[in-house]
């Protein structure tokens, strides 16, 4: 029996609409090699997709909506449709190369083949090229199918080479008859099916109600992003500035940063990288906002962080759905660099604290290129899960610290494109790979038409971080060397002080000399008295003249 769609699938694909195309994409920029051309590239992809089946099957509808759709085999496979070959004219720039970006990422794909898309761009400055990929959420799930980019690359240029051509062949497609005899079996072995089915029903209708909404325009518009706002998860907060209806159009900007440098404001390790990006995203938006006219004095933006955890059994998963959403206030108002990074770390601590977070080392040792998968489920959970409203959908996903390959091309940056969701205008991806963190802001058109500015300000939000740091670190220094300098000045006087105080007792003494000068005239009075005597003040004599000499001092308390 072929592979049902999971409720959240189902959902993914009701929201899916022109306004809000739910593809998460990636654009890898690699060094071109005399090896690798469009021919290279769809017998790489030909080669690896046995490794992701799903990437051959199509989304079939069950008549009559009495239960999910499945996937099935494409009986009319062909590549070449889904590997797609561009070019900037020579030498591309970054800008010509996001607005080539945007204008894919804007346009949904069909419906009729598997949900995905790979673009060779060629062209761009420095001897480079770009693949950039799209697959639809509903195709990645972590365990039956991973994001092609995992697949793809490779830890050295010889491992490029691969198997041979695949011998795949389609499997028969099941017929309506079937499709429909093995709804009517599950509804009569699940005790639940009937509120299983109730729920895919008014799925079916909303995404009847969608497809209405958008060929008739206007109020069926609105009505389509309200429809895929209740299927999709949270929409935003209602005074949000970055709340509104997107349009069918995208803008992209890039922007990439040294992870030596960021990994140096952690302040030993007090705060981790990711503590260190999301304020640095804070501070960017405040600038970005500030610059737009916005008040950042109300207080913060509320942030959905997908963060990976460990499954139920305490053990890491491989990846999996084990992508729990999390929410983050990112502290606009505060107007400190250093105090924004600490509320970010409170907040993020939060999450931390419960023992289930999975380290960034963890998820790099994950074999492949794992961040194109987990920005694929950080986009599924973020959006799926969470019914909190939300300004703003951030992905943080570590990868390996070492150059990747494909077909012996090697890849020198990796950017996350993230989907919009409904009533949302930006989100924000970050990739960390071979020494680099790589910031992809995807946003609306029309409503972010100055997204490069944004970009910026995360550059300077950086530098006001280290700086801020930097200031915070001079001025403690000469505090501690005052402390310093103080403790051996009070190390120096403790004898001194302590001084009077063994002399106390000297002054005392000639008060406490006055009875023994008078026992000693009561002794003189009777000198042929008993020895007994005598051997009293011999008892008394050794204390006396031990150490300091005189009847002064220790002896006379002990008398």
């Known amino acids: 029996m072929p592979q049902r769609l999971t409720a959240r699938e189902v959902s993914m694909l009701a929201g899916d609409t022109q306004h809000t195309p739910a593809h998460v994409g990636t654009v890898d920029i690699f060094s071109a090699s005399d090896d690798f051309d469009y021919e290279s590239l769809v017998a790489l992809i030909s080669q690896r997709l046995d490794f992701v089946p799903r990437y051959r099957m199509r989304v079939l509808q069950v008549p009559g909506a009495l239960a999910a ?52 761009v060629e062209g761009l400055a420095d001897n480079r090229f770009a693949l950039v990929m799209k697959t639809h959420q509903c ?23 691969g198997p041979g051509r695949s011998t795949w062949e389609p499997a028969p497609e099941p017929r309506p008859v079937d499709l429909l005899v093995d709804a009517l079996r599950e ?36 009505f389509s992003d309200l429809a895929g706002s209740a299927l999709r998860g949270g929409g935003p907060r209602a005074d949000s500035p970055l709340a509104g209806l997107p349009s069918e159009q995208r803008r992209v900007a890039q922007v990439a940063m040294p992870l030596a440098g960021l990994k140096a404001l952690r302040m030993q390790e007090r705060y981790t990288v990711n503590d260190v990006v999301l304020a640095i995203i804070a501070g960017g938006l405040r600038d970005w906002l500030a610059t737009r006219g916005e008040s950042v004095r109300r207080g913060e933006l509320l942030a959905m962080v997908p963060m990976s955890v460990i499954d139920e059994d305490g053990e890491p998963t491989s990846l999996g759905s084990h992508v ?24 993020t601590r939060a999450h931390t604290d419960t023992g289930r977070a999975v380290g960034a080392r963890t998820i790099s040792d994950i074999a492949g290129f794992a961040p194109t998968t987990l920005h694929a489920l950080g986009v599924r959970v973020g959006e799926s899960l969470s019914r909190r409203p939300h300004d703003l959908l951030i992905t943080n996903a570590p990868g390996p610290q070492h150059t990747l390959y494909a077909g012996g091309a090697p890849m020198v940056a990796s950017f996350p494109v993230l989907p919009l969701a409904p009533g949302h205008l930006l989100s924000i991806g970050v990739t960390s790979y071979d020494g680099n963190v790589f910031f992809g802001l995807t946003g609306d058109r029309s409503a972010l038409s100055d997204l490069e500015v944004l970009a910026q300000c995360l550059l300077e939000a950086r530098d006001e971080l280290a700086e801020t740091m930097a200031q915070a670190e001079a001025s403690r220094q000469p505090t501690r060397a005052a402390k310093k300098a103080a403790a051996r000045k009070a190390a120096k006087k403790a004898p001194a002080k302590k001084a009077p105080v063994k002399k ?40 006396l003249g031990s150490e300091n000499g005189s009847g002064s001092g220790p002896g006379v308390a002990d008398g």
């Open 324 to 347: 729990a959403p999390h929410l983050i206030q990112l502290p606009l108002a505060e107007p400190n660099a250093l105090m924004r990074l600490h509320q970010v770390s409170f907040g």
């Open 187 to 222: 509804g009569l072995t699940d005790a639940g099916s009937f509120v299983d089915t109730t729920r895919r029903s008014v799925t079916h209708l909303l995404g009847t109600a969608l497809a209405v909404g958008e060929a008739v325009g206007g109020f069926g518009g609105a």
């Open 504 to 543: 106390a007792p000297v002054k005392k003494a000639p008060a406490k000399a006055a009875p023994l000068k008078q026992s000693a005239a009561v002794k003189k009075a009777p000198v042929k008295k008993a020895a007994a005597r005598r051997t009293t003040v011999q008892k008394a004599t050794p204390p």
């Open 69 to 120: 759709p499945v996937w099935v085999d494409d009986q009319d496979f062909d590549l070449t449709f889904h590997v797609r070959r561009s070019a900037l004219p020579r030498p591309g720039t970054m800008q010509q190369l996001q607005e080539f970006v945007g204008r894919v990422m804007g346009r949904r794909m069909d419906r009729d083949r598997p949900l995905w898309e790979v673009y060779l």
């Open 139 to 161: 195709l990645v799930d972590g365990v039956d199918a991973v994001d092609l980019g995992q697949v793809l690359l490779d830890d050295s240029p010889e491992e490029g080479d």
